[in-house]
């Protein structure tokens, strides 16, 4: 069939708002896929830096990422602000959106928390002379870490909309408030989620022993 | 119409152009014949492609002009007829890319009775190593470069004590010898090419890249460096001499190894010292010694000359000047000449014999202007 | 023929105040403008520093230009040209103005994103032309910035120019990526009623797929510029090798140069598709619609698009085959390199299809297109050199490639930047440009460029090195080829200050030109069919259309004229299927 054949039936024309929020979470996609070709770029000469002899693997059992206890404690708190979006997310269609605004303030906060979590680590680490110009395993983790707070850092103006969207619902219980604060939380959650999972990534990564970069290495071509 | 023919015009004069062109390749001489081959090869593909459809295009506008009685065909697809151009294009392209492949597989294949030679860049200026009698490298690295030991290479090392340095510009060759040419640079990316050898390869820092060849020709030819690599890439000079077995041997009997470096290492008399300073601390990219073109000033008959500075001033060439010139450039800038000097640090002493060296190349060295400066 | 969306039309305040209305606009066609002008401009910059290398090259010593002006000229030249005119002029100017009007949108999906996208774009160019006026000037690495070179003494504007340089590309992505996303979202959700993706005329498939490349492309930039400027100013290591400089060690230990050229190529061959794709789209159009012909084989033009996208990620590493890289890699992209070289034939041959058996009005957009095939055709040909990995090894790095990009992705998108200007400028100002002068333009631009750089792949088969301030005393240049550089130093002047032709005729036309009506040209798709012209804000008035059929119904047996708006209904006149799909 050639392009101009009409006969398939065309849907009815949507509505403003569902063509708002189609295209809000096609524009999201579409963020999320640039941001993460970024990532994977970094990670990628990541892998291909970390094959010269020069490289001092933070990991090494000497080094400060053998112990990472305060990276798990920030890694709790953005899984909880991840799944305490994911709840709000849920609970908004139910009679005076359930619990939301709840959820909403403990995604924010431990979202913040998250951030001071990782400024602590990078003040732990230039105490101790870590700093990015001594090694270039030092200067991909303040790299990453810094690129990833800095999304997230971004998100919290989504957060701050999806708040205020969510408390003039509180107000005028009207259909178009609500439609517009149920979009923001499920574009903040989608973002969450994937922060999280970058996270997860960078923080495998960072935490890996320089064997395994040798074989991701090795797996790609990369290293010779 | 009138556009139909200059479609066929472009057409007859691309043509006539390439055969009549005085502009074509160097004569090779090396045993890279089989690349000129696939130039060749795709030249003719390319070209009937190009004259054909160019052509068909002349036809299509000069037949289908608009005539307001008659309407353009309404047929939007014909699957058959695109496929076969698919597949017409597809017969081309494996055209050109098998004897590409084949004669890229020698490329990458070194054989195994190639000689090999280092060449060693670093801005803007070219310098070697041959192997020595063990046939083998000392090792080297950027950490252990200095004024003596401006290849870097490991005193330590056995393989090393034979390597053979040349440190000038210009490196002789066996011909039909085929030869593998290890690249090393010390600061920036550079590529090392002869025209007339085809071949061409980049120099990176911290790697050692390499291609083989076998020159066929004897004769000189020139180095161009063909990476870009600062103000001074186009003046990068190098020359390999293609020489037969006994030239060869000659001229290999006069070159110095590494070992013989070291022990005479301390050199005495101030204009030789200064001379080796010249030379290491890469001032001779930049000044020419023999009065050739170059990037700064050059330094033959230079001591005692009045030169032009860009303020319209003259200044007399004195020691003074001189060493004002070397720890700060930017202080005095001769008229004709870029701002590009970065400040050297150096000793007193070191700076004296620099000094002397540069004196020692006028022809007069009495200090009374011998000349009017060459920018007037 | 066209239904009322309420929904629609409640949003639409026209903005009063001059300010809202053309400074602060969020209408995609006062973007449109902006980003075009904005362009133009820079480009006019960059236009005149090749006019000063030229004059170097073919006269040497006549201007008053030292080698570090030469190269810091060069790299301003070419950086400005793919990214901050082409670059922006496609996706920003065109993508912005065409694809709502095009789709059947009454604005981007995003407009305050849209407006944002503008001002970062002005504010990356304020600091890239910043960069001329600080100490040691603009940066002269070479467009392609290769560290270490790029960031140590020796190269001009090493000191100050480089970091601006890379702050302004970092800019200049983020607002390429706010435009993406506006453009990708608006076409995928924006579309009207009935107007499906196989409906879409080419331009919009062109731009709509460079956008997602420049979308997954400009972050490898990004990744690279952030890395090279920590490598400047705090002094990592993440392309700065050991390093032993005019006699001096430098602090930085074991960085990867090379790692910057994949990175760099892994943006920048996509960015030439980026480039290329929506030229491609807009040629397309142009020549459909003056050779009153259905474009020939839509849907495969369609695919062609869509596979050399995908293929535009796998051949980056042919600008490396002398880099130094592993020499193995060289059999495999050299294969995929050629491999793209088939769906590309298949556009040539299909726009050729089109005007078989058409009805050709030799218009300037029609000059300009068939001039644009003739050029690229060259320039593609000519790329079949140096995707081949061993043919490419004597011709790398000679004035072969520079002829040859300027052909494939100089030239060729330019002249259908022109010839799309002819085409929609009457859309856009209501008025016709002044053919006369049009065709003049046309000549010396489209012989011009050809008596340029066709002569100039010679030079590089001697083997005359690029980026060269200058060629004295090297043997193996004939004395002659001297004589060629002043021949085409003295015809690109002329080319150049030919475009002056244009920006009278731009200015002049807008105030004397002809009248143009809403459809000058009797074509199709939706932006011909706007009840104003120039569209006023909101693209289409009370109503929107209602699309019935592709874009290129030309001369349709059954129908009374020889063109079939897309608004057309089956009933008014029949939609075809095709004869040979069965």
């Known amino acids: 069939m050639l392009a101009q054949t009409t006969l398939a039936p065309v849907a009815a024309p949507r509505s403003r708002f569902q063509r708002r929020s189609a295209s809000a979470k096609t524009g999201l996609h579409l963020l999320m896929a640039a941001i993460s070709s970024m990532f994977f770029l970094f990670l990628l000469s990541y892998i291909l830096r970390s094959q010269v002899s020069d490289w001092e693997a933070l990991s090494e059992p000497w080094q400060p990422l053998a112990q990472t206890g305060q990276l798990w404690i920030n890694s709790a708190l953005l899984l909880v602000a991840s799944i305490a979006f994911e709840l709000a997310r849920r609970n908004i269609d139910r009679p005076q959106q359930g619990n939301s605004r709840e959820f909403l303030w403990l995604a924010g906060l431990s979202s913040f928390g998250f951030l001071v979590g990782q400024l602590v680590f990078w003040q732990y680490l230039t105490d101790r002379g870590y700093l990015a110009s001594t090694n270039p395993a030092n200067a991909f983790f303040f790299l990453l870490t810094g690129l990833h707070g800095l999304h997230l850092f971004g998100g919290m103006f989504a957060w701050m909309v999806a708040t205020y969207r969510l408390s003039v619902v509180d107000k005028n219980l009207d259909s178009k408030s609500i439609s517009l604060a149920k979009l923001s939380v499920e574009l903040c959650a989608t973002y969450w989620h994937f922060l999280l999972v970058i996270w997860i990534l960078l923080f495998a990564l960072l935490s890996s022993s320089p064997g395994t970069y040798a074989a991701i290495a090795k797996f790609c071509g990369l290293g010779d | 119409m009138t556009f139909a023919v200059i479609l066929v015009a472009i057409v007859i004069l691309s043509v006539l152009f390439h055969f009549l062109s005085p502009w074509q390749a160097t004569p090779l001489a090396s045993n890279w014949g089989s690349i000129d081959t696939t ?17 068909f295009m002349a036809y299509c506008v000069y037949k289908y002009q608009v005539d307001p009685d008659r309407r353009s065909e309404y047929k939007p697809e014909n699957k058959k007829l695109e496929w076969w151009l698919i597949g017409i294009t597809t017969v081309a392209i494996c055209g050109l890319l098998a004897p590409g492949l084949i004669v890229y597989n020698d490329f990458v294949h070194v054989p195994s009775n190639a000689v090999e030679f280092e060449a060693v860049g670093e801005q803007w200026r070219w310098s070697y190593r041959l192997p020595g009698t063990d046939e083998k490298f000392g090792r080297s690295s950027v950490s252990r470069m200095d004024e003596i030991n401006t290849f870097g290479l490991d005193p330590d090392d056995a393989a090393g004590q034979d390597d053979i340095l040349v440190a000038g510009n210009q490196m002789h060759l066996l011909v039909n010898q085929p030869t593998k040419v290890l690249l090393r640079s010390k600061d920036v990316l550079h590529d090392f090419y002869v025209p007339q050898f085809r071949a061409k390869m980049d120099l990176i820092p911290g790697q050692i890249t390499y291609f083989w060849f076998t020159p066929t020709v004897p004769g000189t030819f020139e180095i161009l460096c063909a990476e870009y690599c600062g103000i001074g890439h186009y003046n990068m000079r190098g020359q390999i001499v293609v020489d037969k077995a006994s030239d060869y041997q000659q001229w290999l009997s006069e070159q110095i190894t590494f070992a013989e470096v070291l022990t005479g290492g301390t050199v005495e008399g101030l204009v030789e010292q200064g001379q080796l300073l010249a030379s290491s601390r890469g001032c001779l990219a930049c000044h020419s010694i023999d009065g050739g073109p170059s990037l700064g000033p050059g330094w033959l008959d230079l001591f005692g000359s009045q030169e032009s500075l860009i303020d319209g001033s003259e200044v007399f060439v004195d020691a003074d000047y001189l060493i004002e010139s070397i720890v700060d450039p930017a202080a005095k800038i001769v008229a004709g000449y870029p701002p590009v000097m970065v400040a050297y640090q150096f000793s007193n002493e070191q700076l004296d014999s620099l000094v002397a060296y540069i004196e020692s190349l006028s022809t007069e060295s009495s200090g009374s202007p011998t000349k009017p400066a060459v920018e007037e | 023929m066209a239904y009322v969306d309420d929904a629609e039309h409640e949003e639409l305040h026209e903005p009063t105040s001059f300010y809202a209305k053309y400074v602060w606009s969020q209408d995609h066609k006062v973007i449109a403008i902006q ?548």
Do not use: C
């Open chain 3, 35 to 582: 980003y075009s002008l904005t362009a133009i401009a820079v480009g006019l910059v960059a236009l005149v520093l090749s006019g000063m290398m030229r004059m170097q090259i073919g006269f040497p010593g006549s201007i008053d230009m030292d080698s570090t002006g030469y190269y810091q000229a060069m790299t301003m030249h070419g950086m400005i040209m793919v990214i901050y005119l082409l670059t922006a002029l496609f996706l920003g100017g065109f993508g912005n103005y065409l694809i709502p009007l095009m789709v059947g949108a009454r604005d981007m999906v995003f407009p305050f994103v849209n407006m944002l996208s503008y001002w970062f774009y002005l504010v990356s160019v304020l600091v890239l032309i910043a960069s001329f006026f600080v100490p040691g000037g603009p940066t002269g690495a070479g467009w392609t910035l290769y560290p270490p070179q790029a960031i140590t003494a020796g190269t001009p504007g090493s000191e100050w120019g480089i970091i601006l340089m890379l702050v302004s590309l970092i800019i200049f992505i983020i607002a390429a990526t706010m435009g993406g996303l506006n453009y990708v979202t608006t076409v995928l959700q924006a579309r009207t009623h009935g107007m499906t993706m196989f409906r879409l005329p080419l331009t919009v498939w062109g731009i709509f797929v460079a956008t997602i490349l420049a979308l997954l492309a400009f972050p490898a930039l990004f990744v690279s510029g952030i890395m090279m400027l920590l490598d400047k100013t705090i002094g990592t290591s993440f392309f700065m090798p050991d390093m032993m400089q005019f006699g001096t060690q430098l602090d930085h230990t074991g960085g990867s140069p090379i790692l910057f050229q994949h990175l760099f190529w892994f943006f920048g061959h996509p960015e030439v598709y980026i480039v290329a794709l929506p030229a491609f789209g807009l040629v397309s159009d142009l020549i459909s619609v003056h050779a009153r012909r259905s474009i020939f084989g839509y849907r495969m033009m369609v695919w062609a698009i869509v596979a050399i996208g995908v293929l535009s990620f796998v051949v980056w590493a042919h600008h490396m085959y002398v880099s130094g890289m592993n020499p193995y890699f060289g059999f495999f992209f050299a294969t995929t390199t050629l491999v793209i070289a088939v769906p590309t034939a298949l556009k040539v041959y299909n726009w050729l299809l089109t005007l078989w058996r058409g009805n050709i009005h030799l218009t300037v957009p029609m000059l300009f297109s068939l001039a644009f095939i003739v050029t690229f055709l060259v320039g593609g040909l000519t790329g079949l050199f140096l995707g081949n990995v061993v043919v490419d090894i004597p011709l790398s790095d000679t004035y072969f490639v520079v002829a040859h990009f300027h052909m494939v992705m100089g030239v060729a998108p330019i002249l259908v930047v022109f010839g799309a200007i002819y085409h929609w400028y009457p859309k856009i100002t209501g008025r016709m440009l002044h053919d006369g002068i049009g065709k003049l333009h046309f000549w010396i631009t489209f012989l011009g460029t050809y008596l340029i750089y066709f002569p100039m792949h010679y030079l590089g088969f001697l083997g005359m090195p690029r980026r060269y301030y200058a060629y004295e005393d090297y043997q193996f240049i004939p004395d002659s080829a001297q004589s060629l550089n002043a021949f085409i130093t003295v015809v690109a002047i002329a080319v150049g200050v030919s475009q002056l032709l244009f920006l009278f005729n731009l200015i002049y036309s807008l105030f004397r030109g002809k009248p143009s009506g809403g459809n000058p040209w009797k074509a199709n798709s939706l932006e011909w069919l706007t009840p104003d012209t120039p569209p006023k804000h909101g693209n289409w008035g009370e109503s929107m259309p209602v699309v019935h059929r592709w874009a290129y119904d030309y001369g349709v047996p059954e129908a009374e004229l020889d063109y079939v708006p897309q608004t057309t209904s089956g009933d008014e006149v029949p939609v075809h299927e095709s004869d040979l799909d069965e």
């Open chain 2, 39 to 55: 130039i060749t090869i795709t030249l003719v593909i390319t070209g009937i492609f190009f004259v054909a459809i160019v052509i």
